[in-house]
């Protein structure tokens, strides 16, 4: 946190996007706008996986929390990282990669040697 995270290491996700940002905090509650072709400027690979940026609205008119169980920032981007790994994107991915691998190394039968 000292170097300049948000929140800390163990709790954080793995390259979050958007979306995924955006669902998690729709589901919640929140007033939600994601603007798909912002950027940020140091980043230095421009797919479009990586861009976008999420909009929340935190507090009211009158300065009190939309949600009373997210009062500030950092509780909402813990909350995120809590819930992301357990969309059901995340856990698909997971399961399906395992599958792809095994059907890859059958095609592998027969490339060896040449027989003299």
């Known amino acids: 946190i ?18 995924e940002i955006q669902d998690v905090c729709a589901a919640v509650g929140f007033n939600v706008l994601l603007e798909k072709n ?7 690979n421009r797919d479009v996986q ?7 609205q935190l507090k009211q008119d009158d300065g009190n929390p939309c ?14 990282a809590e819930t992301i790994p357990k969309l059901k994107t995340r856990t698909q ?3 399906g990669s395992d599958q792809s691998l095994q059907q890859g190394e059958g095609g592998k039968k027969g490339k060896g040697k040449k027989k003299k």
Do not use: C, H
């Not at 912002?38 to 230095?44: A, I, N, Q, T």
């Not at 949600?67 to 995120?80: E, G, H, I, N």
């Open 2 to 19: 000292a170097e300049g995270r948000r929140i800390p290491i163990d709790k954080a996700v793995e390259n979050p996007t958007s979306t």
């Open 38 to 44: 912002k950027m940020y400027p140091r980043e230095w």
């Open 50 to 56: 990586y861009r976008g940026r999420v909009r929340i």
């Open 67 to 80: 949600l009373p169980q997210f009062p500030t920032r950092k509780s909402v981007m813990l909350y995120a």
């Open 93 to 95: 991915k997971m399961g």
